[in-house]
């Protein structure tokens, strides 16, 4: 005889985790695209993660995963995002997230950690480490999730955090048991949080506009500088239609170049100089008074106190951050700037004749004296002719996005290779940061879908180097050309002890850069001269193979730091001590 069987008196619910509920809230909020490196606690969660659809991209190193976490939240207004293991991967990709936050841009930083009654007594789990209260210093906001139910608020929070007012990086402190931690399907599902309207529009108000116009007004040079915050924005023919409205001369910062195209007859970007110097209102569109602008004063800007300035920013804190700020105009750029346009009115005054004239004149002489030296075919090349060549293969090719980083490889791109659509040049921003550039090309070539161009100095290259093997993998449209002069600034640096070593600033002389990406089953080429260089960058850019170039510049050619060896300490001790000075030194160093 059977044994009765007891009734049925609960229905057996469904049910989720941890794991299923983190994919949930991020395809919920279309955030399907994610950048990191697998380990213990999150591996199964990337493999779950791309078993759901989403693209997940396996990095070599989590600090160029969070740099192509960084980059994708300026491409596309939300928050990039990177995945790292606990500790030291979790410090890994730290430096991306204060990368991101110093430029505005929304990232998502999700790092498994450890348990929380384990670290608080500091009982020596593995990777054991406070993560939580590590980051928060070094991004805008920083969230713990320690209940299953609370995954879905806190997704939410971290996007509201990162896109809304000034955008910039949130850390989101996963511990492992999270991840494995089930309830109902039913609830979980509720408790997930579609973000509405995450950043809203901040609208200026009409007395700021007021104020602005009347300073404005009554500017005899007047300048517009537009940072990449305007390129940012994405209000790309509002940024325009101001512009030649006010017909006043525009200076581009680097990542804004392309906003409108660095050949536009108001452009004023091979004239900074004068333009800095002289004008006597200046009007900042998404672009701060940091150290890339002297800060508003010193030699590069006119007598002290003598340049009115009218600042657009989401921030009210920035006004006043260096210089007194004639007008500050706090809101978002598409607001502010579609009511400065409105206020203009039908019949707004162009500025002088004279100060536009002034600014064309030299723009087009500094053009024509630059032109002779962008043709040059020297073998080895140097920087001129190397990125004069460079600058007609993106004139061609207007859609390509240019990733460019180093010190002089930097500074002559910047200034040489001019960019004719919005947010097509992405480079190391504010930090003025070395080794973005292998993480920043895959996020482009996965955001965009275009066709990529990393201009490398070899020194920056090394930095992020071993992700040929990614970009190989993925099989991106990556070019690589790494300007290899053989060292740091230049090649051509001696050790001054005269010892077997060489000069902390000089590498492997004629490294082959071009045979890692053969390693991989990429394509490697090596060039001498610019025609070369023509040829390889154009066929690797048709075919849309993964292709690094090395391209042999001068070891001799560039300067010190770039353009910013200004900043270098200089020693005031002669460079030969005192006899006495060194006598004591021995008898000290053979005790």
């Given at each position: 005889?059977?044994a009765?069987?007891a009734?049925?008196?609960?229905?057996?619910?469904?049910?989720?985790?941890?794991?299923?509920?983190?994919?949930?809230?991020?395809?919920?909020n279309?955030?399907?695209?994610?950048?990191?490196?697998?380990?213990?606690?999150?591996?199964?969660?990337?493999?779950?993660?791309?078993?759901?659809?989403?693209r997940?991209?396996s990095?070599?190193?989590?600090?160029?995963?969070?740099?192509?976490?960084?980059?994708?939240?300026?491409?596309?207004?939300?928050?990039?995002?990177c995945?790292?293991?606990s500790?030291?991967?979790?410090?890994?990709?730290?430096?991306?997230?204060?990368?991101?936050?110093?430029?505005?841009?929304?990232?998502?930083l999700?790092?498994?950690?450890?348990?929380?009654?384990?670290?608080d007594?500091m009982?020596?789990?593995?990777e054991?480490?406070d993560?939580?209260a590590?980051?928060k210093p070094?991004?805008?906001?920083?969230?713990?999730?320690l209940?299953a139910?609370d995954?879905?608020i806190?997704?939410?929070?971290?996007?509201?955090?990162a896109?809304?007012g000034?955008?910039?990086g949130?850390?989101?402190?996963?511990?492992g048991?999270?991840?494995?931690q089930?309830?109902?399907?039913?609830?979980g599902?509720?408790?997930l949080?579609?973000?509405?309207?995450?950043a809203p529009?901040?609208?200026?108000?009409?007395?700021?506009?007021?104020?602005?116009?009347?300073?404005?007004?009554?500017?005899?040079?007047?300048?517009?500088?537009?940072?990449?915050?305007?390129?940012y924005?994405?209000?790309?023919?509002?940024?325009k239609?101001?512009?030649?409205?006010s017909?006043?001369?525009?200076l581009p910062?680097?990542?804004?170049k392309g906003?409108?195209?660095?050949?536009?007859?108001?452009?004023?970007?091979a004239?900074?100089?004068?333009?800095?110097?002289?004008?006597?209102?200046?009007?900042m569109v998404?672009?701060?008074?940091?150290?890339?602008?002297s800060h508003?004063?010193?030699k590069?800007?006119?007598?002290?106190?003598?340049?009115?300035?009218?600042?657009?920013?989401?921030?009210?804190k920035?006004?006043?951050?260096?210089?007194?700020i004639?007008?500050?105009?706090?809101?978002?750029?598409?607001?502010?700037?579609?009511?400065?346009?409105?206020?203009?009115?039908?019949?707004?005054?162009?500025?002088?004749q004279?100060?536009?004239?002034?600014?064309?004149e030299?723009?087009?002489?500094?053009?024509?004296?630059?032109?002779p030296?962008?043709q040059?075919?020297?073998?080895?090349m140097?920087?001129?002719?190397?990125?004069?060549?460079?600058?007609?293969?993106?004139?061609?090719?207007?859609?390509?996005?240019?990733?460019n980083?180093?010190?002089?490889?930097l500074?002559f791109?910047?200034?040489?290779i001019?960019?004719?659509?919005?947010?097509?040049?992405?480079?190391?921003?504010?930090?003025?940061?070395m080794?973005?550039?292998?993480?920043?090309?895959?996020?482009?070539?996965v955001e965009?879908?275009?066709?990529?161009?990393a201009?490398?100095?070899?020194?920056?290259?090394?930095f992020?180097?071993?992700?040929?093997?990614?970009?190989?993998?993925?099989?991106?449209?990556?070019c690589i050309?790494?300007?290899?002069?053989?060292?740091?600034?230049?090649?051509?640096?001696?050790?001054?002890a005269?010892?077997?070593?060489?000069?902390?600033?000089v590498?492997?002389?004629?490294?082959?850069y071009?045979?890692?990406?053969?390693?991989?089953?990429?394509e490697?080429?090596?060039?001498?001269?610019?025609?070369?260089?023509?040829?390889?960058v154009?066929?690797?850019m048709?075919?849309?193979?993964?292709?690094?170039?090395?391209?042999?510049?001068?070891?001799?050619?560039?300067?010190?730091?770039?353009?910013?060896?200004?900043?270098?300490?200089?020693?005031?001790v002669?460079?030969?001590?005192?006899?006495?000075?060194?006598?004591?030194l021995k008898?000290?160093?053979?005790?």
């Open positions: 005889m059977n009765p069987t009734p049925e008196t609960e229905t057996q619910h469904e049910l989720t985790d941890g794991f299923h509920l983190l994919i949930d809230a991020l395809k919920l279309d955030l399907n695209t994610v950048y990191g490196v697998p380990g213990i606690p999150i591996t199964d969660l990337g493999r779950m993660m791309q078993e759901e659809g989403m997940v991209l990095f070599r190193h989590e600090q160029n995963a969070g740099n192509a976490a960084a980059i994708a939240g300026f491409l596309t207004k939300k928050p990039g995002v995945l790292t293991v500790a030291p991967g979790f410090l890994n990709g730290l430096t991306a997230l204060a990368h991101a936050t110093t430029n505005c841009w929304p990232m998502i999700i790092s498994g950690s450890s348990e929380r009654e384990v670290v007594l009982q020596g789990d593995y054991e480490m993560q939580l590590i980051a070094l991004c805008k906001a920083a969230y713990r999730v209940h139910q995954i879905g806190a997704v939410a929070r971290a996007i509201r955090a896109v809304s000034r955008p910039g949130v850390y989101l402190d996963i511990p048991a999270l991840l494995g089930a309830m109902d399907a039913v609830e599902a509720k408790s949080v579609k973000v509405i309207d995450p529009a901040q609208i200026p108000a009409p007395a700021a506009i007021e104020r602005a116009l009347e300073v404005i007004k009554g500017a005899k040079k007047p300048l517009i500088v537009l940072g990449k915050g305007a390129a924005a994405q209000a790309d023919e509002i940024v239609d101001f512009v030649e409205k017909g006043i001369p525009y910062m680097s990542m804004a906003l409108l195209p660095d050949n536009h007859p108001q452009s004023a970007g004239a900074r100089s004068l333009v800095l110097k002289e004008s006597d209102v200046v009007i998404g672009a701060r008074l940091n150290w890339l602008l508003g004063k010193g590069s800007w006119g007598a002290p106190h003598s340049t009115k300035f009218v600042h657009i920013d989401i921030e009210p920035e006004m006043d951050s260096n210089v007194e004639a007008a500050p105009l706090v809101g978002d750029i598409e607001s502010c700037l579609s009511a400065l346009s409105e206020g203009m009115g039908a019949d707004w005054k162009a500025p002088p004279e100060w536009t004239d002034a600014v064309r030299k723009r087009d002489a500094n053009v024509t004296r630059m032109a030296t962008l040059n075919n020297a073998s080895p140097n920087y001129a002719g190397a990125l004069g060549a460079l600058k007609r293969i993106i004139e061609k090719r207007p859609d390509a996005i240019l990733v980083e180093g010190a002089n490889t500074d791109a910047r200034s040489i001019d960019m004719h659509k919005p947010r097509k040049r992405l480079d190391v921003g504010t930090w003025g940061v080794g973005i550039g292998m993480g920043t090309a895959i996020a482009a070539a965009t879908g275009q066709p990529v161009l201009v490398e100095g070899d020194s920056a290259f090394g992020s180097g071993m992700e040929v093997e990614t970009i190989c993998r993925y099989k991106l449209p990556v050309v790494v300007f290899n002069n053989n060292g740091i600034y230049r090649g051509t640096d001696k050790n001054r005269g010892g077997e070593d060489p000069a902390p600033t590498f492997v002389e004629n490294s082959r071009d045979m890692m990406m053969q390693a991989f089953g990429g490697g080429r090596h060039v001498t001269d610019p025609d070369a260089l023509t040829r390889a154009n066929e690797a048709d075919s849309g193979k993964p292709t690094l170039i090395n391209a042999v510049i001068d070891p001799a050619a560039g300067k010190e730091s770039g353009n910013i060896g200004s900043l270098n300490p200089t020693s005031v002669s460079k030969k001590m005192n006899h006495e000075v060194l006598e004591i008898q000290k160093a053979a005790q």
